[in-house]
């Protein structure tokens, strides 16, 4: 009889974990003229939704004018919000919304351009560690690169953010052990994107996964640029991706199994700190990509 109670419990229990997906908000719309967030949002729901973990909303910002001045998004009912936008300024409530969010251990997951929004919010750039464009410069920060086998911070003046062509380029992974990382092939090419590069921020409390070097030859800053990682601020944890550059008739950058895969590790470990995930079973390789379209994502 108790055997019986406990299979029942532990049942349940199974099934209350099975049935208990992980809340994500992603936050999207036109906030800028050079990315398409009609093509980029649609890979990051089905990303999210092949792997069968999360629930997602995607929440829509209002156009530029009263609506949008008025708009708060409700962060404190998910666990945690994917910013697919970029825009210069934000309402006060939502700003003290988003970082109480993150303060009380709301995770964030910054996309390619979500790192160039609000160059002047100082709790938005220590929570991001490192962005680019929108007038940044020495004033927000050190430049941060991989150089001879450890990080450097280069207060160098001169501007934030910069990119060379659309082109493929080697990810290598600099953290084999992280949740987020742990298993994935250590070096694999991925699809035409604009390598970010000549980031500066704050760089507090970031720790790289991933980086990636950035040809002079393809107008590249011939560095090796962080292209994913984790940063921390209060009891949120934070996941950056440089990677996603879309337009109106190509999504490659979102179409590779290699970003797909990292992203959406990366949002369950900045949801929950942890990474259930199964490994892929194909990946791209040193030489090759692979990408899974759209319709292969359902
Ligand atoms: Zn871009």
């Known amino acids: 009889m108790k055997l019986k109670v406990l299979f029942v419990a532990l049942l349940s229990l199974q099934m209350g974990l099975q049935a208990k997906p992980i809340k994500v908000m992603l936050l999207t719309g036109k906030t800028d003229n050079y990315h398409r967030w009609e093509v980029t949002s649609p890979y990051l729901k089905a990303t999210l939704d092949h792997?069968?973990?999360f629930a997602t909303d995607v929440v829509l910002l209002p156009p530029p004018g009263k609506a949008f001045d008025e708009f708060v998004p409700e962060f404190s009912k998910y666990q945690v919000v994917v910013l697919?936008?970029?825009m210069p300024e934000w309402n006060e409530k939502a700003k003290t919304a988003f970082v109480n969010f993150v303060q009380k251990g709301g995770g964030v997951v910054v996309v390619h351009e979500a790192n160039n929004a609000?160059?002047?919010w100082k709790e938005f750039n220590?929570?991001?560690a490192l962005g680019g464009w929108g007038n940044r410069n020495e004033k927000d920060g050190p430049y941060y690169y991989?150089?001879?086998g450890k990080y450097v911070k280069d207060y160098t003046p001169g501007p934030g953010g910069a990119h060379g062509q659309r082109v493929p380029f080697v990810i290598n992974i600099r953290d084999t052990e992280h949740p987020i990382t742990k298993g994935l092939p250590?070096?694999?090419?991925h699809q035409n994107d604009e390598l970010y590069g000549n980031l500066r921020g704050p760089?507090?409390?970031i720790h790289v996964l991933a980086t990636a070097f950035s040809t002079k030859e393809t107008g590249g800053t011939g560095k090796e640029e962080p292209v994913f990682f984790t940063v921390t601020y209060g009891k949120g944890r934070v996941f950056q991706t440089v990677m996603g550059h879309t337009g109106d008739d190509y999504a490659d950058s979102v179409e590779d199994v290699g970003f797909q895969v990292t992203f959406a590790r990366g949002v369950e470990w900045a949801a929950t700190g942890k990474v259930k995930q199964e490994?892929?079973?194909e990946f791209p390789t040193e030489t090759t990509v692979l990408l899974r379209k759209l319709d292969q994502l359902k």
């Open 118 to 120: 609000f160059q002047d």
């Open 186 to 189: 250590t070096k694999w090419l």
């Open 279 to 281: 490994l892929p079973t």
């Open 146 to 148: 991989w150089k001879e």
């Open 51 to 53: 792997q069968k973990v």
């Open 84 to 86: 697919d936008i970029n």
């Open 203 to 205: 760089a507090e409390n």
């Open 126 to 128: 220590q929570i991001i």
